[in-house]
């Protein structure tokens, strides 16, 4: 090889695709990567259904998707912060079941609507307090919540499920062609995404996941930041919970159960580390997206539903074995370097 052709290889190989990759970061490369794999399963699903791409499909994929997308966004916060929470979705069920009760009661909507959001909030409240006060593993603190929830809701209906007449518009109705759940969902996640990207809470959050202990000797309130994440989280269930009981017509003391483990894996699709540190809103909607892409694919072709879990279960495995090698090989990299 030539002096010339020795300066200009790295050169034109920091030109390359998985240069340009590597030059967005390990969260926008993923990211890129997760687009073009959302991409490739549409085209699949376009070729294996006929009626996958018509624009009703489309839609109902928009609509279906949206409980899980609100509660992603709530994930996506606690998680890049080093944090989880596995109550929202039973906080997602008590509070639909409570605005079912306060709607077939007599109640105003806009009554039952600021009595959940606050019921939301309060379950979050206690939840951010809990944690930093007895330093528990929220994993398991929440889980402990989510059960607590879980029998709330069933004592509060007796098992049975309360149908709703009187609150369809948010969740029947159509904005500008956009079914109401998935605009709601879409404003939540954009709101998210500001959040963790231009306010202080939201880069403290980061900072906190990527290292506690720094983040404190550089003066960040972590107890203060934890309790608020918690809270929005409580807040954003209790809006799931609405959007839910609008869509379906009915509130079920279940109605939110295993949502919560689907929004941690949406968010771990996108790109989000479990440690802590690292995710973007970006990644979890197109987490949240491909979840719903393949359910949908999977109705229409008639698999069972036992089918589609595996499915979904495979592709979660693998997007979290691939998201620890990335970690790995970017690890080992800089540690040659």
Not at 7 to 31: D, E, I, K, Q, Y
Not at 91 to 103: E, P, Q, R
Not at 116 to 129: D, E, H, Q, R, S
Not at 310 to 321: D, F, H, N, R, Y
């Amino acid at each position: 090889m030539s002096a010339v052709d020795s300066l200009t290889a790295p050169s034109a190989a920091r030109r390359g695709p998985l240069a340009a990759l590597r030059r967005l970061g390990p969260t926008g490369s993923h990211v890129a990567a997760l687009a073009v794999v959302l991409l490739v399963v549409i085209v699949v699903a376009s070729l294996l259904s006929e009626t996958f791409l018509t624009s009703d499909n489309l839609l109902n994929v928009a609509r279906q998707v949206a409980v899980l997308g609100i509660l992603a966004g709530a994930t996506t916060l606690l998680m890049v912060s080093g944090g989880i929470d596995l109550s929202i979705g039973a906080c997602a069920s008590l509070c639909g079941v409570i605005a079912a009760k306060m709607l077939t009661g007599g109640d105003s909507a806009t009554l039952a609507v600021l009595a959940v959001l606050a019921i939301g909030m309060g379950v979050g409240l206690l939840n951010g307090i809990a944690i930093v006060v007895s330093n528990a593993p929220p994993l398991i603190l929440t889980l402990g919540t989510m059960s607590i929830l879980e029998g709330f809701s069933q004592a509060t209906t007796n098992a049975e499920t309360i149908p709703v007449s009187n609150f369809g518009w948010l969740g029947a109705a159509t904005l500008a062609g956009i079914p109401m759940p998935a605009f709601v969902a879409g404003l939540v996640l954009v709101a998210c995404g500001l959040l963790l990207r231009f306010t202080r809470l939201g880069r403290d959050a980061l900072a906190i996941g990527g290292n506690e202990h720094a983040s404190f000797v550089a003066g960040i309130g972590i107890r203060r930041v934890k309790v608020a994440l918690y809270v929005i989280a409580g807040g954003l269930a209790a809006l799931a919970g609405l959007v839910l009981v609008s869509r379906v017509g009915a509130a079920s003391p279940m109605g939110g159960v295993g949502l919560e483990l689907q929004a941690v894996a949406a968010v771990v699709i996108g790109g989000a580390s479990l440690a802590g540190g690292r995710g973007s809103v970006a990644g979890t909607v197109l987490g949240v997206v491909l979840l719903g892409v393949i359910t949908n694919v999977l109705n229409l072709l008639n698999v069972q539903t036992y089918y589609q879990s595996v499915a979904t279960g495979a592709v979660i495995a693998i997007a979290v074995m691939s998201g620890q090698a990335g970690t790995r090989w970017r690890s080992d990299r800089a540690g040659g370097h």
